[in-house]
């Protein structure tokens, strides 16, 4: 990987599904001239070649490393340690190995620091609820968080180096500890995970004389909506990351404490002071998107379970100047149809938009999208 760019240069890609599937598009669009393919399916790599993602199929890890100036390893994180350590055993002392998992501390201990120099942990922060190369897209790196994981023996060069393969990539590379990146995963992702399955149980036993799930709305929805996620990856996540989740679990409970006791005590005051908190907390998350809770205003519709619809909802918007912030869609059934919140900036937008939908027949609800 000499000079500044991997442009001209061969990148493998050890794991063709979403990550490793986008990643090489997207190294392609950034002017990388091979990608090297392993997979343990013959059937992913040939889908990847028939869709770009990678130019050329490698038999093995070894195979790929050994031709490759970069080495990503996309694989599920049980094997994670395995094919990094084989891509460093079989690329040359130039090459710079990473990969794309979720934890990193399990990774970076694994290795000597004659490894650590060469190999630099990575995690990017996206992805999608869809898997397999076959839903891969050359956009899903831009402009995400990068996490990048240097062990305590990196080479600065080859950190440099793969910070600048990043940004092509069109990411924003942020160099982190890998015991922080844990920890810091464990509550805003790894956490997550577990509540979300856990209420989603909870609801599914529910025995009362309706089914809660029929009963869902909109909130309950969204807190859920990664609940159920692939059992097998998640399943090693946690126990990679056990730690941190354990202490983060730990944490949730004493939070979960304070409510029940504020409940049994009647305590509104308490109560109270917890929504607050979490709101003021949600609001800088929101102004840190580059969305000021302030001026955040939603639109919700009402709209029935007919072909174009949402369509109409969207053009007529567009076709107005109203710039949609987010949407969300809650269908409840056929008879019924559901809701659609539309956030836009301001509220003489929100007004705008109310009005116009209600002039096409959609009943409307207008707000703040913080209150």
């Known amino acids: 990987m000499a000079g ?11 794991g063709v599904g979403l990550m490793g599937g986008s990643l090489g598009l997207a190294a392609r669009g950034a002017g990388v001239a091979e990608v090297l393919g392993v997979s343990r399916s013959r059937e992913t790599l040939d889908l990847a070649l028939a869709r770009g ?20 390893v996309a694989t599920p994180v049980q094997r994670v340690v395995d094919d990094v350590k084989a891509a460093l055993r079989a690329s040359g002392p130039e090459t710079i190995v990473t990969d794309v998992g ?7 201990r694994a290795l ?3 490894e650590q120099a060469r190999c630099i ?25 990068y996490f990048l994981t240097p062990g305590a023996h990196v080479d600065a060069d080859a950190y440099r180096r793969l910070s600048a393969f990043v940004t092509e990539l069109g990411a924003r590379p942020v160099a982190i500890d890998p015991e922080e990146h844990d920890r810091l995963m464990a509550v ?26 029929l009963s869902a709305g909109p909130s ?5 909506r990664i609940a159920g996620s692939n059992r097998r990856v998640w399943t090693d996540i946690f126990l990679d990351n056990r730690a941190a989740l354990l202490a983060e679990l730990a944490t949730f409970q004493e939070g979960l404490q304070k409510v029940v006791e504020a409940l049994a005590a009647g305590d509104a005051e308490q109560l109270g002071e917890t929504i607050a908190a979490a709101a003021a907390h949600r609001e800088r998350m929101l102004a840190e998107e580059s969305l000021p809770p302030a001026e955040l205003y939603r639109v919700v519709v009402t709209i029935s379970d007919r072909p174009g619809a949402l369509k109409e909802i969207m053009v007529a918007l567009g076709d107005a100047n ?12 056929a008879e019924l149809g559901g809701t659609l919140t539309v956030y836009v900036l301001g509220e003489e937008a929100c007004r705008r938009a109310g009005h116009l939908l209600a002039g096409l027949g959609y009943e409307t609800m207008t707000g703040p999208a913080v209150e």
């Open 53 to 72: 993602a990678i130019t050329a199929a490698c038999e093995s890890v070894t195979d790929a490393a050994a031709a490759a100036d970069l080495v990503v």
């Open 322 to 333: 109203i710039n949609i912030e987010d949407i969300a869609f809650h269908h409840m059934s």
């Open 4 to 14: 500044e760019s991997l442009k001209g240069g061969t990148l493998a890609v050890v």
């Open 112 to 114: 000597t620091p004659k």
């Open 188 to 213: 805003v992702s790894h956490l997550p995970h577990v509540l979300a399955n856990i209420l989603m149980t909870q609801a599914g036993r529910h025995a009362g004389t309706r089914d809660a799930l």
């Open 121 to 145: 942990g990575g995690h990017p922060l996206c992805g999608s609820e869809a898997a397999g190369v076959a839903n891969a897209r050359h956009s899903l790196y831009e402009g995400a968080i």
């Open 220 to 224: 309950f929805r969204d807190v859920t």
């Open 102 to 108: 979720s934890t990193k501390g399990p990774l970076m």
